[in-house]
T-cell receptor, first 107, second 116 residues
Framework: GQNIDQPTEMTATEGAIVQINCTYQ??????LFWYQQHAGEAPTFLSY????GLEEKGRFSSFLSRSKGYSYLLLKELQMKDSASYLCAVENDKIIFGKGTRLHILP | DGGITQSPKYLFRKEGQNVTLSCEQNLNHDAMYWYRQDPGQGLRLIYYSQIVNDFQKGDIAEGYSVSREKKESFPLTVTSAQKNPTAFYLC???????????????FGSGTRLTVV
């Protein structure tokens, strides 16, 4: 079977750092995506990891360990506009999405 | 500008009726996908197509049908057999059939279907 797990909800404070974890068990692996989705809107691309290690892109970083089936998305200097759902997705012959983590930012 | 267009944005359907959701892309992408999203849930794959005149069932294809007569278009019909069709429907495309590439999918803006 194919399974992608991430926490349902998280809360953090404006200006702080938050780490959203994702574990996966899939048949085949080409890469792992993180998407951001605001309520009622389409997902927007954040990052794509193929090899193990950390990819940094501005305030957002994404980490992958293929041997552990594990990834995380790190958000720094949180802003109110970062309140959204964050979707972990694994690509084999198509992209399989996790249920998403709803992130609430408190002022 | 290239992109992917879904229409309509909001759609209301009476029980027992079929309804078709439109998805058009001018990105010259080979692959197109339909996902369904329920409140607080992730995206679940309904159907996908990697080439014209060919498509495959996803995880929740029952009660849905698609066609891919043109590369640019991948309409989704929600039939009366779909027991709980109220949801947010997202269409996506990618340039390659089996590997989405470094930028992942391009998504349309979605259609919110409500059964009344």
């Amino acid at each position: 079977g194919q399974n992608i797990d991430q926490p349902t909800e998280m809360t953090a404070t404006e200006g702080a750092i938050v780490q959203i974890n994702c574990t996966y068990q899939t048949s085949g692996f080409n890469g792992l995506f993180w998407y951001q989705q605001h309520a009622g809107e389409a997902p927007t691309f954040l990052s794509y990891n193929v090899l193990d290690g950390l990819e940094e892109k501005g305030r957002f970083s994404s980490f992958l360990s293929r041997s552990k089936g594990y990834s995380y998305l790190l958000l720094k200097e949180l802003q109110m506009k970062d309140s959204a759902s964050y979707l972990c997705a694994v690509e084999n012959d198509k992209i399989i999405f996790g249920k998403g983590t709803r992130l609430h930012i408190l002022p | 500008d290239g992109g992917i267009t879904q229409s309509p944005k909001y759609l209301f359907r009476k029980e027992g009726q079929n309804v078709t959701l439109s998805c058009e892309q001018n990105l010259n992408h080979d692959a197109m996908y339909w996902y369904r999203q329920d409140p607080g849930q992730g995206l679940r794959l309904i159907y996908y197509s990697q080439i014209v005149n060919d498509f495959q069932k996803g995880d929740i294809a029952e009660g849905y049908s698609v066609s891919r007569e043109k590369k640019e278009s991948f309409p989704l019909t929600v039939t009366s057999a779909q027991k709980n069709p109220t949801a947010f429907y997202l269409c996506a495309s990618s340039p390659l059939g089996t590997v989405a590439g470094v930028d992942g999918y391009t998504f349309g803006s979605g259609t919110r279907l409500t059964v009344v």
